[in-house]
């Protein structure tokens, strides 16, 4: 038996139960696991059965045409004639499945045969077993006669009736549930009965005992009994009320992502938002905004001081021309201090205030015309949420009904949270566009990347949190670049000063590192070459005389780190970046020793690079020191307060990023802040696999084996004709050019990466082969048939690789 069936029969549930008979075939025909219950079926014990044709069983020859039919079926049932073991004749119930090649792990498929057999116990009634199905059925169910009487309801549906079963037996529908929809519903049950066909209906529903409308979906299934006829009908029902009421929110949110922010205006901004509210989360909305907003001025940090003053910018109403509005649009209104706006502005969350007497009579003391309005139109409850983008404090909106009778609930103070949240981030954009548009054009181009990826390598999640002054956005930033042989590489880097040329040297220094770490530059040599554009770029700044580009003391940091999930070995080396610090799987935090190097820019100063292992599920924590630098902290303060930060459990990276940025950083940070945070994964044996190979050309004939055992065990001979080409290839030009040791190394990770490495520091290069040369077409051939291949320089010597993408399953 191969591993393969083995796998497939404990899928399935494979067991010595002596209730079923169970067999495996495969698609050969030939059987290759025979159960207990097949030897009580048909008499033959396992050793009989087992790699033999399942034929021999078989009591009389199908079909041909039958057969090929069985090919491109997923699963048969039937009865089967087999001869038993004493030479007499079974009509076997036979249930086949047939299973897929990729299913089995091998080539070819299968079949998975189960028969059963008579019990040994009596079964359990099985009218006790449906009645007590019927009874305690989660769903609401309800039996009615042909006269559309009712005979039986479940528990449930007395629960949602409010009604036991005794007290409706014998009623219509309309005779229990007093709704106008009740007859609709009595229409389809006739409906059932005449056509004998199952009805399905939809019905709003006030039932007995609930507080709001109810919105069912009902299946209406006429019942027949063994002849035929229609005997009575079956009603089911579910309850979509909360999905429906789900579907609207989900559907308002939807509306409100596509028509608020439409555009850099905020009177036009904030009146998108009171037209989405309007009519289905209030039956009244109002937008206020703190009056300094309008002036493009940030706010002071904390809540407004008292009294709250804000302009009405919009209001909308389900009543033409919004009667119910007091203030008028422009206009700055003082609101008291027990006002929802000015209370839910204080303390920095939505609330939810019903109207009541006594909260009225007091507003009649501090504004009467308002509380007046209240009175009028019926006010009942009143939702208020501070708009608040980016740390700061913009103003409020204010939602409110008097047409409909339901109270606001949690679930619109979350939907209102929301799409305020979106309308405040959009008029904030607005605020900011004159006076941070040519900075934000220019950042486009150097953007830092919005979708990360560390491959199989590591878990990424980063944050980037720009200054919130006038002095524009800095250049700090981050990258992760996949490299060869499985590896990544993290980068982090600031780039002195703020504003618009900060920010183009930053994009400029992102594309140099992603170029030099394509051709696998250690991090030390990455460095040194970074170090002469910077010096380069400081040169071009003076040639211009300052007009353009950086001053000449323009410089810049950065820590550059490559991992290998092979190895679990890190190499690292910075050059004036703030250390990067390790957090173990036990949540010890330490700050690695990485020697600290120059700034980029100084020039004739070499780096150093830093080699440890590091267990899997480690985290490295990379940053800029906007992140641990403040005004007012001193820098030991902030490393002190990250290492607590990252010393705390958090279920994800990315929640560990957030928890990082609440515990060093104010609401509106002084400067730029860029986090990496990476948890490095492990390739073990199971993905890797590696042969050391003799300098003589006899053994690639035996590393061409050892490669292509090692693909069929991992499933990808759809691979083995360029894998034999590939390490044939470059194992021959080990043996030929370069020197030993040489070793052969296959990864499979998300793609299957073939390396060979040898002593020699040579690296190969592509040439065109004349027709009459004998070879040189080798890599020429290695370049066609891969994703692509390379050169990387090893302290040892080198590394050649190729990779080819795994077969799509």
Known sequence: MTGAEAAGGERAGWSEDPATARAVLDARGTVTRWSEGARRLLGYPAAEVVGRPAARLLAEEPPAERLRSLRALPMWHGTVPLRHRDGRRVAVDLLAHHREPDRVGGPDGGWFLVSPLARSRPPVQEDALLRWAFDQSRSTMALYDTDLRLLRANADAERVLGLPEAAIRGLRVPEFVDEPQSIRIEEGMRRALQTGEPQQTRAVLHLAGHERDSIWTLSLVPLRDEGGTVRGVLVSGHDMTEEQLARERLALLNEASSRVGSSLDIARTAQELADVAIPRLADFATVD????????????????????????????SVLEGCPEAVIEHGTVANYPDGSPAAECLATGRPLIREVTTAGLAAWERQ????????????????????????????????????????PFEQDDLLLGEEITARAAVSIDNARRYARERYTSLTLQSSLLPQRLTGQAAIEIASRYLPASTRAGVGGDWFDVIPLSGSRVGLVVGDVVGHGIQASAAMGRLRTAVRTLADVDLPPDELLTHLDDLVIHLST????????????????????????????????????????????????????????????????????????????????????????????GRDIDEGLDRLRQALGRPASSLEDACDAVLRELLPDVPADDVALLMARTRALDTAHVATWDVPREAAAVAETRRNALRQLADWGLDELAIVTELVVSELVTNAIRHGAAPIQLRLIRNRSLICEVSDASSTAPHLRRARTSDEGGRGLLLVAQLTQGWGTRQTYAGKTIWAEQSLPTR
């Open 289 to 316: 905004l703190l009056p300094t907003i309008e002036g493009g001025e940030d706010p002071r940090v904390g809540p407004p001081s008292s009294p709250v003053m804000l302009r009405r910018l919009a209001c909308q």
């Open 540 to 631: 071009a700044a003076d040639d211009a005389n300052g007009a353009e580009g950086p001053s000449g003391d323009f410089g810049a940091t950065c820590l550059y780190a490559v991992y290998d999930p092979v190895s679990r070995r890190c190499a690292m080396a910075r050059a004036g970046h703030p250390v990067p610090a390790l957090v173990t799987p036990d949540h010890v935090v330490k700050f690695l020793d990485v020697p600290g190097g120059p700034p980029l820019g100084l020039g004739g100063l070499p780096f150093e690079v830093t080699e440890l292992e590091l267990p899997e599920g480690s985290v490295l924590a990379l940053y800029t020191d906007g992140l641990v630098e403040a005004r």
């Open 367 to 406: 504004a009467p015309e308002r509380a007046e309005r209240v009175r009028r139109f019926g006010f009942h409850s009143v939702l208020a949420v501070p708009m608040h983008a980016r740390g700061i404090t913009l103003g409020v909106a204010t939602f409110s009904r008097h047409r409909s009778p339901e």
